[in-house]
């Protein structure tokens, strides 16, 4: 280490001891226990930089959930825990959210099945995902999270699973922006059935995303909205194979040459340009022969007539999310 490396350390550790003197002063005796055993591992030069204009309450709050948090991840080092509160604070200070909610989210990263590794290149996404999407740190967690895992993009490999992570919170950001719906929104459809539909069926992520959007425009959102997904799938997938004929003689195509789902834009334009000009009662029965049932339709019709909306949802999308390929 070099000279001025120790001049500097020392300054701090200097620095750090003078404020704990001053905060100790109004701690009671346990807040002062907590003090001394975040100086034995070197983690108090930033959190009293901190909170010295937010108030003791404030670092205690932080402390106490951080304690709670690390607990959960087993046997950490001093050095990890040490990183973690670096990161925790050095966030709160960079976006709107506080130490705490930052210490806490590590607590529900941890229940999510991350480790602190994971953990740590985590928050950062979750906080601007939290700040972006105006939810607080632990519905913004489960949101992400529970994605992640629904989707199947939750990988061994850490900076893999990261970047999925980083894909979807992308990707409902932009949704957002281009439809009416909210990220929430989107997260609570992926959490129900439409997260599992389109890993089940390998579907596009990026073309899911334009449908559920297609959904939220035409008043669909939430979880009904990936729960309403998840039935279109599976009736367009069903009635396609078991009427056959009738989506042949109508020149609806649900499937490709490579056997799997299309686009829904080009699957939702077949309908429009085979229902062109029909009366409602004779769509009706069209859908009937396709297999639809009045109720059924009702998971169908929403975006019968949206395949140009989404069509330009999707291109605007992709010009964005470039990075983003078929998940």
Known sequence: MSTLAKLVIEIEATKAMTNLR???????????????MGAKIGLLTAPLALFAKRGVQSFVEFDGA???????????????????????????????????????????????????????????IVAKFATAGNVDMALATELLASSQTALGLRVDDTAKSMENLLWISDLFA???????????????????????????????????TVALMAFADAGVRGAMGGNT?????????????????????????????????????????????????????IKIAKLELLGFSTLASKSILPLIGMSDAMAKNKEKMLDVLVQLTKL
């Not at 001053?22 to 001394?36: A, G, I, Q, R």
């Not at 990890?80 to 930052?102: D, F, Y």
């Open 174 to 208: 932009r949704g957002n922006q281009l439809s009416m719906t909210s990220m929430q929104q989107l997260g609570e459809a992926m959490q129900r059935d439409a997260g599992a539909t389109i890993k089940m069926f390998g579907l596009d992520l990026v073309d899911s």
């Open 66 to 124: 951080m304690t709670k948090s690390t607990a959960i991840m087993g046997d950490l080092s001093d050095t990890m825990v040490g990183k973690l509160r670096e990161q925790a604070l050095m966030l709160s200070n960079e976006l709107p959210i506080s130490a705490k909610g930052m210490a806490e989210s590590y607590y529900y990263l941890a229940s999510a099945g991350m480790n602190a590794t994971e953990s740590m290149q985590a928050l950062p």
């Open 229 to 281: 997904f998840g039935r279109m799938v599976r009736l367009l997938s069903a009635s396609a194979v078991k009427n056959k004929e009738a989506f042949e003689d109508m020149n609806i195509h649900v499937f490709g040459d490579d056997k799997k789902i299309r686009s829904f834009v080009d699957i939702y334009k077949d309908f429009e340009v085979a229902f062109a000009g029909m009366a409602p009662e």
């Open 22 to 36: 001053s905060l100790e002063k109004t701690l009671d005796s346990s807040s002062k226990n907590m003090l001394k």
